[in-house]
């Protein structure tokens, strides 16, 4: 059974910000099950294990890819929206009697 796939690093890039993430990890359980789904789905069709086992792990690895990039991209648009230091509007409150 082939092993998980090694961490790589890759840049996302925003309009002024570089990040280098870790390329997510991938439990061997977690590409078994999908692989087993896969070789299910072709009809139980044996000889294609490290074809299942390839096609599992790339799935699996884009869908994790994807979450990441919308949790960064989601945490970048809140911090954008958030003002700071002296961009914050204080307000006062009159007192009439």
């Keep these: 059974m082939p092993t998980p796939a090694t961490p790589r690093k890759r840049t996302v890039t925003n309009e002024n910000t570089v990040i280098a993430m870790p390329t997510p990890r991938l439990r061997s359980d977690e590409i078994a099950l999908r692989a087993h789904e896969i070789f299910l789905a072709r009809g139980g069709e044996h000889g294609h294990d490290l074809e299942d086992w390839f096609q599992a792990e790339s799935e699996l690895l884009s869908q994790r890819i994807v979450r990441r ?3 960064e991209v989601r945490s970048i648009g809140r911090g954008m929206d ?3 230091g002296d961009a914050r509007v204080k307000t006062q409150t009159t007192r009439t009697d």
Excluded: E
């Design 69 to 71: 990039r919308r949790a």
């Design 82 to 84: 958030r003002p700071t």
